[in-house]
């Protein structure tokens, strides 16, 4: 029988939990934060639930002044309606969308206020969470005549919770500590009554810098000052954030410096309802994982995943376009044609060889990433493999003994081996 001790895996047992940390509440002060958050969980669920009806209306009302007043302009109809679209249509879609964006976020925070209800930044990320619709959706402009003011302190709230979440994760504490103000100077720019006559630019150079500071601080935080459990939850949370500012660029860069993108009768803004909902997902899920199945889900397994097939992705495309491109311009050269006509031929001929090239060039990225960024765990594998190897040829027992103790100390690296084998003489 073998018996290998390994105090790191036996110390992740007793791992503190996010609870045990100073987030941690206790007496009224915890009676009091519990109070608060199902108080604005129940109210802003009231607000949602009023103004869903009325979203259809609102969504399918076209207005001058379309992202601001309103979802579309007047402008928009026209070339909805080439497409086959009409503003009741748009309507009904983002009332959907909005009714999966509530449950999305519902059914996350209500599971953080199940499951750590006494940790401070838990019930924060829920406020987040539910108020988050009000800022990436536009369901409160739904709300019953009367009533639509309560839009756009709902949206100021959930940006500011959001930011807060994103500052304060998960020790509590600002990494820079003069991050908060920062986030108070943005919040005061993009949300002051001058906040409308600002550049587009302007606004997307501040949220630019108020993530990277965000980023930024997090990473020292990861570094420097984070426990084994933070630094997994950190790398959740970091990664949720890159991502939802790379969806939100994809979006907003080219409005920038578009200027036909920014024509009344452009189609192209209406993408903002579909962007706003994938942040949302993404921001929701990356919280909701960091806080309660952190340990479940390995983020590096993602992130390889993501990094080895996006730069296939992206080598593949390439080599198609200049594939199909490049021969056909050669044969039509060749055949004196004129250009513009693609031939079926080589395009059944460029897909043949781009599915021929895909699995070589997959395993040769693997490999190079795996050498760059996961250098100890190519290391790792390699040893197993020659062990592997080694196994199916070696009989002497005391050296492969010798071999097993040197292959789990160089994979696992624990600070003590030890190995038993059974006395088959004495068990007979």
Not at 42 to 59: E, I
Not at 96 to 123: E, F, K, N, Q
Not at 242 to 248: F, M
Request: with cysteine; net charge positive.
């Amino acid at each position: 029988m073998n018996q290998l001790a390994d105090p790191q895996t036996s110390a992740g047992a007793t791992e503190p939990t996010p609870a045990d940390d100073s987030t941690r509440l206790r007496g009224r002060a915890l009676l009091a934060a519990r109070a608060l958050s199902f108080t604005v969980v129940g109210l802003t669920l009231v607000a949602y639930l009023v103004a869903l009806p009325g979203l259809v209306a609102y969504v399918a009302t076209p207005c001058a002044d379309a992202l601001s007043s309103c979802e579309i302009s007047a402008q928009q109809v026209a070339p909805l309606a080439q497409l086959g679209l009409t503003p009741h249509t748009l309507g009904v879609a983002a009332a959907a969308l909005s009714t999966m964006a509530i449950l999305l976020v519902y059914g996350v925070a209500m599971l953080l206020l199940w499951r750590r209800s006494d940790d401070w930044v838990a019930l924060l990320a829920a406020i987040t969470l539910v108020l988050m619709p009000a800022a990436f959706t536009p369901t409160l402009k739904g709300l019953p005549r009367g009533f639509e003011w309560l839009a756009d302190p709902y949206s100021m709230a959930a940006l500011v919770a959001l930011y807060l979440l994103m500052g304060l994760f998960p020790s509590g504490r600002f990494v820079p500590r003069w991050l908060w103000a920062l986030i108070l100077l943005q919040d005061a720019t993009v949300f002051s009554p001058l906040g409308h006559l600002l550049p587009v630019a302007f606004t997307l150079i501040m949220i630019l810098v108020v993530y990277g500071a965000i980023i930024g601080g997090q990473i020292y935080r990861y570094r420097r000052l984070s426990t084994p459990v933070q630094r997994q939850q950190t790398k959740w949370v970091v990664s949720g954030i890159i991502l939802t500012l790379i969806v939100n660029q994809i979006f907003w860069q080219p409005v920038a410096w578009t200027p036909a993108l920014q024509r009344p009768d452009s189609l192209f803004v209406l993408l903002a309802a579909p962007d706003s909902f994938l942040m949302m997902c993404i921001l929701t899920g990356s919280f909701g994982i960091a806080i309660l199945r952190y340990r479940l889900y390995d983020i590096n397994v993602i992130v390889r995943r993501t990094v080895v097939y996006g730069a296939l992705t992206a080598i593949l495309a390439l080599v198609y376009i200049a594939g199909v491109i490049g021969a056909q311009s050669i044969v039509n050269t060749l055949a004196r044609r004129p250009t513009g006509d693609t031939s079926p031929v080589l395009i059944v001929i460029t897909t043949l060889f781009i599915a021929t090239l895909f699995q070589p060039l997959r395993r040769s990225l693997q490999r190079f990433i795996d050498r760059r960024f996961y250098r100890s765990k190519y290391n790792s594998r390699k040893t197993l493999e020659a062990f592997s190897a080694t196994l199916r040829q070696e009989v002497d027992l005391s050296t492969l003994t010798g071999q097993l103790v040197t292959v789990v100390t160089e994979t696992m690296q624990p600070e003590h081996v030890s190995l038993w084998l059974r006395d088959a003489e004495r068990q007979a």
